[in-house]
């Protein structure tokens, strides 16, 4: 009897125990799973968030503004006024609808009008671009006009006293007097493979070996009409890349496409060749020894006095830069400053030319991005703007008369995120620094023409956006805008990612960190880890705002039962010159961040699952996928690298040659994801587009064959038709594939075969 009694108290005592034991995630997989990650894509995700964000369109100076937004009655736009500071719905939008249907027999729906540019003029006049056609909607009397939009010719330029034309023909230069008619040949160089006022379009294809490029065409007049700056697009020695068409329906055989492009190290690029014409004088000069490689570039701009140019030059390798000034006569150069660094130098500077003979420039050079006054004639420092550790992200306003420069900075304010972004604004000799938006969290910021106002958007990836009216010079909340909505998401019941932080590898450092859970979540069980990776270094990936977190690839990827993490390591770009300098030399080593940090997660947060980890990425992010499989053998189980430029000796030139290093070394060698390939242990798929011109195809072949030389499996998936874009998150058919490689792969369930998803137009 008591051994009776005891045994079914020992199984409860089990069950009771079992319900606090992690559940490992058995989770079959339904097409309600997919739905439910559908749901999160981005042509479906942005529409079931309401107010999202405001980005202004000014009318009537800084009198108003008109914006667009998602509604619960669909896309709505909004006009707010800044002297009565209310928000109201622009105009009646079936009126609308119905005024446009009834002109051209098209049935529009109200919910989502097509109409772009839309603006407001006299209070009753609606303007908007549609079908190729400017529109006038006189709302006193329901009018609808259209006139057909005058396609831009892209292929010539007018001088700004309207006299002139530019324009190329046989690879020259030719200018018209729009009075006369008469034509003037300026150049007379100019012939196939050299060619003046052109450039070379990043993406520009040629069918066959020998078959014509785009045309392009740029001239830069100077403002007194009388001179033109211009470049000669030299392809002479260039080399190409190839890529091969097998998608065309109608042919048989694959077509042949070709490009130019350079790769790290290489001297056979295309060239760009600065040239001045005087059109009185009938003079022409080249500049040959201010040539630069297309992929820099070189951009001048004109004096309003028109007797001079100034601008940005970067040496190969962008470990210096010079601003100079160019005499238009005398064609000598000016260095006004200069800046040099061992590994590279920002290429983004802030810039303005201010009208007393002074400058104000950023520069890292103390470690950290800020502003300098420089004296315009002499280059000389005059003192510093701003003063930190922080980083300035943009000069976003210059009050002239009043001597104040607004600007952008991350990292100010103590113990907060240091990527969030605020608007300070502080005289030019650098007093008065003030603190404009003060909320802990990201702030978007636009400012009205006059600079009266400023719309601010702030939010964090858990805390939706607050669209603010604000007064520019105190940063006063005068009005509120609107607030996202996310009423639809938390029916579905949806969870804010989760900010996280966590030590480098150089083990002092925080670094940031977040993460993404399915609604289905269940913390008594175990799921399976996800890396979404793209290290840079010239951006920083984690979501910041609101936005970014919604609208990417981690909530959708989650919701099929993972927990999908995104890690800002040492080597990205929004911290100091120190923490980006980490990746210099040095960009195989990016996801050895991710590894830590996702481990010190796991130790806190039990339902992670450390032994299951998987990693996907983009282009970039595909070389972070394939490398961390290598480097990581034994904590990446799993990888998807799409369009991964997996040696970078294969990759456009400018960005290897300014992140990784110039000229090329063993580094290059040593950190190629094909030189490594012996080392993969897990599943990996690799995809790309067979007509991928940013990132060509050819180092995913590479890899594959040196995998396959190596003996070990892997999966390899290529797009025919595609380029560079694809699984994107508005989701496509590799959005599926990438999906079941890690629910079969990680998860260890079984995707539903020939699922199509559901992808919203």
Do not use: C
């Not at 009565?84 to 446009?100: G, I, P, R, S, V």
């Not at 230069?173 to 012939?191: C, H, I, M, P, W």
């Not at 993460?515 to 269940?522: N, R, S």
């Not at 290598?630 to 456009?652: I, N, T």
Request: charged share 25%.
């Amino acid at each position: 009897m008591n051994k009776l009694k005891y045994f079914p108290s020992s199984i409860s005592l089990l069950l009771i125990a079992a319900l606090f034991l992690p559940l490992k995630l058995q989770a079959q997989i339904t097409e309600d799973t997919y739905h439910r990650a559908e749901y999160f894509l981005l042509n479906s995700i942005q529409k079931e968030v309401y107010h999202l964000e405001v980005i202004p369109s000014w009318t009537e100076g800084s009198r108003a503004f008109l914006h667009s937004t998602y509604t619960a009655e669909g896309k709505r736009f909004f006009k707010t006024d800044t002297q009565k500071l209310e928000t109201n719905l622009a105009f009646d939008h079936e009126k609308l609808a119905k005024l446009l249907s009834d002109k051209t027999g098209e049935n529009l729906d109200h919910r989502d009008l097509p109409i772009e540019r839309v603006s407001m003029t006299n209070g009753n006049k609606v303007t908007f671009v549609w079908r190729s056609h400017n529109w006038i909607w006189n709302t006193e009397n329901d009018s609808v006009e259209s006139i057909p939009m005058s396609e831009r010719n892209e292929m010539e330029a007018f001088s700004p006293d309207k006299k002139w034309k530019a324009y190329s023909k046989g690879y020259n230069l030719y200018v018209k007097n729009l009075a006369t008619g008469e034509e003037t040949q300026v150049s007379f160089d100019g012939r196939k493979d050299f060619e003046y006022a052109s450039y070379y379009g990043w993406s520009d294809l040629m069918s066959g070996e020998n078959g014509e490029r785009p045309p392009h065409f740029t001239v830069n007049w100077s403002p007194d009409s009388k001179k033109i700056y211009t470049q000669i697009v030299d392809l002479r020695i260039a080399e190409k890349m190839y890529l091969l068409d097998f998608s065309k329906d109608e042919k048989f055989r694959p077509e042949l496409l070709s490009y130019y492009r350079g790769s790290p190290g290489d001297s056979t690029v295309v060239m760009y060749i600065p040239v001045i014409f005087d059109l009185e004088n009938k003079t022409e000069k080249k500049l040959p020894k201010l040539s630069s490689p297309h992929f820099i570039g070189i951009n001048l701009r004109w004096a309003n006095d028109s007797k001079s140019l100034s601008g940005f030059y970067f040496p190969r390798g962008f470990k210096e830069f010079q601003f100079l000034e160019l005499d238009a006569e005398t064609i000598q150069t000016r260095k006004i400053y200069s800046e040099y660094s061992p590994t590279h130098i920002n290429r983004e500077n802030a810039f303005r030319r201010l009208e007393n003979e002074q400058f104000i420039i950023s520069s890292e050079k103390s470690g950290w991005n800020q502003l300098y006054l420089h004296d315009w004639n002499t280059g000389k420092e005059l003192h510093p703007i701003t003063n930190g550790e922080f980083v300035v992200n943009r000069l976003t306003f210059w009050d002239e008369e009043n001597g104040i420069i607004y600007f952008e900075a991350s990292g100010k304010e103590a113990g907060e995120n240091p990527y969030f972004n605020h608007l300070y604004r502080v005289n030019l000799d650098g007093s008065n620094l003030q603190l404009l938006t003060p909320e802990n969290a990201y702030h978007e910021v636009h400012i009205s023409p006059d600079g009266k106002f400023a719309v601010d958007n702030y939010s964090t990836a858990n805390q939706p956006t607050q669209s603010i009216l604000i007064d520019l010079k105190t940063g006063e909340h005068l009005h509120k805008i609107s607030e996202a909505d996310i009423s639809n998401l938390t029916a579905r019941g949806y969870r804010f990612p989760v900010p996280f932080t966590a030590t480098a590898k150089d083990r002092k450092t925080e670094i940031q960190g977040v993460y993404f859970l399915p609604t289905t979540f269940d913390q008594r069980k175990k799921y399976p880890i996800i890396d979404y990776t793209y290290t840079g270094p010239h951006t920083s990936t984690v979501p910041k705002t609101f936005k970014a977190a919604i609208l990417g690839h981690q909530q959708a990827t989650a919701e099929l039962g993972f927990v999908v993490v995104t890690v800002d390591g040492l080597g990205g770009a929004g911290r100091s010159k120190a923490f980006a300098d980490v990746s210099y030399n040095n960009l195989g080593d990016g996801t050895t961040d991710h590894v830590l940090a996702i481990t010190q997660l796991a130790e806190k947060e039990k339902y992670l699952d450390i032994n299951r980890v998987g990693i996907f990425g983009h282009s970039a992010g595909g070389y972070d996928a394939g490398r961390a499989m290598l480097l990581h053998p034994d904590f990446y189980k799993v990888g998807v690298a799409s369009a991964g430029d997996h040696d970078f000796r294969m990759e456009k030139a400018w960005w290897p040659e300014m992140y990784m290093g110039y000229p090329v070394g063993n580094y290059y060698h040593e950190q190629s994801n094909i030189t490594n390939a012996a080392n993969l242990k897990g599943h990996l798929l690799l995809a790309h587009g067979g007509i991928d011109e940013n990132v060509n195809p050819s180092a995913t072949f590479k890899l594959a064959e040196n995998l396959i030389k190596a003996g070990k499996d892997f999966d390899l998936f290529i797009w025919p038709s595609r380029n560079h874009s694809f699984g994107r998150p508005p989701g496509d058919y590799f959005t599926k594939k990438r999906w079941d490689y890690f629910i079969e792969h990680l998860m260890g369930e079984k995707p539903i075969r020939h699922y199509q998803l559901q992808v919203t137009k």
